[in-house]
């Protein structure tokens, strides 16, 4: 098997792509890890929104009490129908 067809990084070290926050040019940096933020704002911006998600996952839905939804329900249906 040829080196040229070995390389998996060929496709990465060619393609410049956009601030996974705002889409922005990315400079390249010629060694070490691709940048994937243009700079702290948006790497600011993109922790709030995972550290947000995370927290929803977290607190998640409560669970509901049958005997107090058929309760709320009968009330709902009751002022709704003028009963």
Do not use: I, K, N, W
Not at 5 to 22: I, K
Not at 39 to 52: F, K, P, S, T, V
Request: a positive charge.
């Amino acid at each position: 098997m040829s080196a040229m067809a070995r390389d998996e990084t060929s496709t990465f070290r060619h393609r410049t792509p956009g601030c996974v926050v705002c889409g922005s040019t990315l400079r390249r940096a010629g060694t070490g890890r691709r940048r994937r933020y243009c700079g702290g704002a948006c790497r600011q911006r993109a922790y709030r929104l995972r550290d947000g998600q995370r927290r929803e996952r977290e607190a998640g839905t409560p669970e509901a009490d049958p005997a107090e939804v058929t309760r709320l329900l009968a009330a709902v249906l009751h002022v709704s129908t003028g009963r």
